[in-house]
């Protein structure tokens, strides 16, 4: 999702286009969207009924951590993009599925 704009719209049509895609940057790409969504409709409710507010930082790493928490309870294949997600997360190795759990 790097390559991507920050135009909703951009998105939007990145999402649409992987939607099935079980590729792991795929679905991380979705779940970050999902959890950006969630976070700043709640951030919006928190500001408007009650006095809680979070800076734009703490937002960020609510949904960064989220995201995080629920990597750990899925399982990759062993490929080198795979790999690179897990570094890039800092993700377990345990997360990775055994050649025997493949086929």
Not at 26 to 51: C, D, M, P, T
Not at 74 to 99: A, H, Y
């Amino acid at each position: 999702m790097q390559m991507i704009g920050n135009r909703w719209d951009e998105i939007m049509d990145y999402l649409r286009h992987h939607a099935a895609s079980k590729r792991a940057s795929h679905i991380i790409g979705k779940l970050v969207v999902a959890a950006s969504a969630y976070f700043v409709w709640q951030e919006r409710n928190n500001r408007l009924f009650s006095a809680n507010k979070r800076n734009v930082a703490q937002l960020i790493e609510v949904v960064l951590m989220t995201v995080r928490m629920k990597l750990h309870t899925m399982k990759f294949r062993r490929t080198i993009s795979v790999n690179q997600v897990l570094s890039e997360w800092s993700l377990p190795r345990e997360l990775l599925l055994d050649q025997d759990d493949c086929d």
